[in-house]
């Protein structure tokens, strides 16, 4: 059973990874969403006459860096979501497993993996995305 200040400490180490790991996956789908809107917004530029007629440099640019940012964005928050939901399985099994231990000695360990699996049953069906 760990302190109160550990508990802390690893909350505060679990949101930490939580948002290095949205950067990256942020960072990784902008780069990707900025080769993909790139290829089509110049090219279009060349070849379409309105667009020739009206989307200068600038135009173009701002399109490509709003699908980029809107990617980076959407995946980072979705990223956070799921860490977040993760976490909170996780908190959930911890404090199942305390009271398991308090009314059962020894029992926690067998009811640990029970109660996480029938935690994600129960929830099979929620997809916030």
């Not at 790991?21 to 969403?33: F, Y």
């Not at 029970?114 to 916030?128: L, V, W």
């Amino acid at each position: 059973m760990a302190s109160p200040n550990q508990q802390v400490d690893m909350k505060i180490l679990r949101a930490k990874q939580c948002s290095k790991d949205a950067v990256k996956a942020g960072a990784k789908a902008a780069v990707i969403a900025c080769v993909a809107s790139t290829i089509p917004t110049v090219l279009g530029a060349r070849a379409i006459p309105w667009a020739r007629a009206n989307l200068n440099h600038t135009a173009q640019a701002l399109i490509i860096s709003t699908i980029s940012g809107s990617a980076y964005f959407i995946v980072a928050d979705k990223t956070i979501l799921k860490s977040a939901r993760r976490n909170s399985f996780h908190e959930q099994m911890e404090s199942h497993a305390e009271y398991s231990q308090k009314i059962i000695p020894g029992a926690a360990r067998s009811e640990k993996k029970n109660f996480f699996h029938e935690q994600m049953k129960n929830n099979a069906g929620y997809c916030p995305f």
